[in-house]
DNA sequence: GTCTATATGTCGATAGAC
DNA sequence: GTCTATCGACATATAGAC
């Protein structure tokens, strides 16, 4: 079960596949490198050393340091947006799930997506440089808090359409929801990040369902 | 009302006032640099250029840079400790307040710790330090997080005995209750550092608190 | 696309005069 | 407790040979 996967291949940030070996290494290494020091904190000295290339090297891939940064925001978005349901799901999953079913299924997805060691040490890189890089909080905020938030909320609202939920404010059900969610998976992040172990955090996850659940249908 | 506090005088690291007005200076320049681009992005030259001495004269006020964050670092624990309610009050607390005057109560108070402009420039700095600083895991996560969720918890218990609210795990409702909170406070201080506005996000919290009171008490 | 060599700048910290 | 002057280390990035 803790069979933990890594992306092989990366995306450039054009999002065209990367088919040369030592791009993709020096990406890999730079992954491992921002998320335990921050991208201030490592040198191109650092990375390339473990490439094993030259500095002057790396500036064959890429243009300048920020381009790595840029390269690795780009593949974590294309990634982070599959977790998420789509407008066309939106119909589909609420007629055929009820909101435990799909509290918990959304929850999995995520599961699956953090046991990705390059995913969860972007994660990482994210929360460090959110007060240092507009693209880190675009992504925080908009893509991951936001649009979970209303993607879901319209989930609920077609819910209660079909009398799976009492009527209320939907977004604002959403993000009762997700709030604690993003609070406790930061948790998670933190935990993993000091090799210690993460089942309190879990247990409180599903916690948290069982009383947002309660909350909501009574 | 939008009358922003400043702190005048820090305490050092051993939480002794400190009296020198170059000492003084040296912190709330540091505060203000490092929340707005990181403990590691911002040099001594800087500092000392902002605070008008020349950079070896602030070794003569701190052994090296490190001393200066430790000493940010314990001016912020003693101010954020003020805010949660002390074990001595939960008795009289519980006794006297209703669940929703106590919760807005608490509200108010982080309110007005927060209008503290060095003070919110802080929680920047935690935020930030926190992948790559212990200190700032410890303060958030322990200090901040851990410490409150307790202490609230604890007058949810002494409510329940006196029937003001249904018996419950009280320690997980505090949880419940403030994961949404402490994901609200984190967007409302990246609201004020883009100086947008957080209407929003206090409205949020507000509704966050109607969600839970209701939630809670049917 | 790799290398050697180097340009140019910044960093934290110290020595020692006043 | 301020200053001038400086050290040694490390940073990003480029030129040009192979």
Same mark, same amino acid.
């Given at each position: 079960?803790?069979?933990? *996967?890594?992306?092989?291949? #990366? @995306?450039?940030?054009?999002?065209?596949?990367?088919?040369?070996?030592?791009?993709?290494?020096?990406?890999? =290494?730079?992954?491992? $490198?921002?998320?335990?020091?921050?991208?201030?904190?490592?040198?191109?000295?650092?990375?390339?050393?473990? =490439?094993?290339? *030259?500095?002057?090297?790396?500036?064959? $891939?890429?243009? +300048?340091? &920020?381009?790595?940064?840029?390269?690795?925001?780009?593949?974590?978005?294309?990634?982070?947006?599959?977790?998420?349901?789509?407008?066309?799901?939106?119909?589909?999953?609420?007629? %055929? !799930?009820?909101?435990?079913? #799909?509290?918990?299924?959304? @929850?999995?997805? /995520?599961?699956? $997506?953090?046991? +990705?060691?390059?995913?969860?040490?972007?994660?990482?890189?994210?929360?460090?440089?959110? #007060?240092?890089?507009?693209?880190?909080?675009?992504?925080?905020?908009?893509?991951?808090? +936001?649009?979970?938030?209303?993607?879901?909320?319209?989930? /609920?609202?077609?819910? !209660?359409?079909?009398?799976?939920?009492?009527?209320? &404010?939907?977004?604002?059900?959403?993000?009762?929801?997700?709030?604690?969610? /993003?609070?406790?998976? !930061?948790?998670?992040?933190?935990?993993?990040?000091?090799?210690? %172990?993460?089942?309190?955090?879990?247990?409180?996850?599903?916690? $948290?369902? &069982? #009383?947002?659940?309660?909350?909501?249908?009574?």
């Amino acid at each position: 079960m803790d069979y933990e *996967k890594e992306l092989e291949n #990366f @995306l450039d940030k054009d999002l065209q596949p990367i088919t040369n070996g030592t791009k993709n290494k020096i990406l890999h =290494v730079a992954i491992d $490198h921002f998320s335990q020091r921050g991208y201030r904190g490592v040198s191109i000295r650092q990375i390339t050393r473990d =490439v094993g290339i *030259k500095e002057s090297s790396l500036y064959k $891939h890429f243009q +300048n340091k &920020d381009e790595i940064l840029d390269t690795i925001f780009a593949n974590f978005e294309v990634e982070v947006v599959k977790i998420l349901p789509s407008s066309e799901q939106i119909e589909v999953v609420a007629t %055929s !799930m009820d909101i435990r079913d #799909f509290l918990e299924r959304g @929850l999995q997805n /995520f599961v699956n $997506h953090i046991e +990705n060691v390059s995913m969860r040490k972007i994660w990482r890189i994210i929360y460090n440089e959110l #007060f240092s890089d507009q693209r880190a909080r675009t992504i925080y905020f908009e893509t991951i808090i +936001n649009l979970t938030i209303e993607r879901v909320g319209a989930i /609920f609202e077609q819910m !209660m359409r079909l009398g799976k939920l009492p009527r209320q &404010d939907a977004r604002m059900l959403s993000a009762e929801y997700h709030y604690p969610v /993003f609070s406790l998976i !930061m948790e998670y992040n933190f935990l993993k990040l000091e090799g210690k %172990s993460t089942k309190d955090t879990e247990k409180r996850l599903q916690d $948290h369902i &069982d #009383f947002f659940i309660k909350a909501v249908t009574n």
